[in-house]
T-cell receptor, first 117, second 117 residues
Framework: GAGVSQSPRYKVAKRGQDVALRCDPI?????LFWYQQALGQGPEFLTY????????KSGLPSDRFFAERPEGSVSTLKIQRTQQEDSAVYLC???????????????FGSGTQLSVL | AQKITQTQPGMFVQEKEAVTLDCTYD???????LFWYKQPSSGEMIFLIYQGSYDEQNATEGRYSLNFQKARKSANLVISASQLGDSAMYFCAMREGLYNQGGKLIFGQGTELSVKP
């Protein structure tokens, strides 16, 4: 596809369930980011991949959150034992492989809205 | 410490008039980038405009312009000739470092813009 694709679009989970959120970045994009956006707030950084390497996971709120990108393309964000405070929109974004600073766009997907009951 | 501050939770503007959305930022880096994104109710983050810290001229993209005042650390977005489709959440963001060096976007809290017919 032409853009960043995320699935599912909506996810309802019971407290304590595990969930997996998928991100399919734009083909060839090296950098991939996950963000968490609580209702009425700006997105907050969770983690960053360069190809398959997870170079920054400083934003992951707890060890229940785990992300992977094993082949350097599709990424999965997994949340174990979900809790109500995990309810948010999870956004994935990717950027071009070019190091040229004039290419500044970060392309976002439409997000996965997670509701934990 | 809050790195991006948007002090206007909500703004109203009459169709066809101009509106300014405020953004101040805090960084000790010399090299950084400033962005504005639009988020309609569909949830996707849409890139609007970018300003590099070394750019001497204010960035413009169609009806959008960025009023960059480096000494005051402000990066206000000006939307000229507002349209009904401009109604959305607007986020100011800052990036320290390039994406492929793990430079992540840090977002403000957002401003909800409503355009009145």
């Amino acid at each position: 596809g032409a853009g960043v694709s995320q699935s599912p679009r909506y996810k309802v989970a019971k407290r304590g369930q595990d969930v997996a959120l998928r991100c399919d970045p734009i083909s060839g994009h090296v950098s991939l980011f996950w963000y968490q956006q609580a209702l009425g707030q700006g997105p907050e950084f969770l983690t960053y991949f360069q190809n398959e390497a997870q170079l920054d996971k400083s934003g992951l709120p707890s060890d229940r959150f785990f992300a992977e990108r094993p082949e350097g393309s599709v990424s999965t964000l997994k949340i174990q034992r979900t809790q109500q405070e995990d309810s948010a929109v999870y956004l994935c974004a990717s950027s071009s492989p070019w190091t040229d600073a004039t290419n500044e766009k970060l392309f976002f997907g439409s997000g996965t809205q997670l509701s934990v009951l | 410490a809050q790195k991006i501050t948007q002090t206007q939770p909500g703004m109203f503007v009459q169709e066809k008039e101009a509106v300014t959305l405020d953004c101040t930022y805090d960084t000790s880096d010399q090299s950084y980038g400033l962005f504005w994104y639009k988020q309609p109710s569909s949830g996707e983050m849409i890139f609007l405009i970018y300003q590099g810290s070394y750019d001497e001229q204010n960035a413009t993209e169609g009806r959008y312009s960025l009023n960059f005042q480096k000494a005051r650390k402000s990066a206000n977005l000006v939307i000229s000739a507002s349209q009904l489709g401009d109604s959305a959440m607007y986020f100011c963001a800052m990036r320290e470092g390039l994406y492929n060096q793990g430079g992540k976007l840090i977002f403000g809290q957002g401003t909800e813009l409503s355009v009145k017919p």
